[in-house]
């Protein structure tokens, strides 16, 4: 089953890890940013060694984005991104796993869980 996990972010403390550039992030004693430093590195290598993670992937900042509609044939690019909010998306994995429910534990594994959100979404195949 393949999966993607959407991670959100804050667009005014972009920059990646996302987690490492918030707010609360930036208020956690250097101890507790290593360990969560280190948490996303061990599920990179737990997720490569058991042949799960297809990609991961940061995007670049929100202000960067364009927008591209075509309506009655005539395109239009705007900048995005899409919607202004607080979060925008940030970066993204894509696996391959056994069940939704690993899908679920990855999910909630990597930092940005803790401070903003984690979409997941099957790939429709």
């Known amino acids: 089953m393949k ?5 959100h972010s804050n667009p005014v403390t ?19 940013r290593e360990a969560l430093s ?16 297809i990609t991961a992937q940061p ?23 899409y919607s202004e ?7 993204i994995f894509i696996i391959d796993v056994d069940s939704p429910e690993r899908a679920e534990e990855i999910a909630a594994r990597i930092p940005e869980a803790h401070y903003y959100a984690v979409e997941l979404r099957p790939i429709a195949t």
């Open 85 to 91: 909010a607080k979060e925008q998306l940030a970066g």
């Open 38 to 53: 280190a948490q996303l590195e061990e599920l990179f290598a737990e997720l490569t060694e058991r042949g799960e993670l």
């Open 3 to 7: 999966y993607v996990l959407l991670i």
């Open 59 to 81: 995007l670049a900042a929100p202000h960067e984005t364009k927008v591209v509609r075509v309506r009655e044939g005539v395109r239009a690019t705007t900048d995005g991104p």
């Open 14 to 32: 972009w920059g990646h890890p996302t987690f490492l550039h918030t707010e609360e992030g930036r208020k956690l004693p250097r101890s507790a």
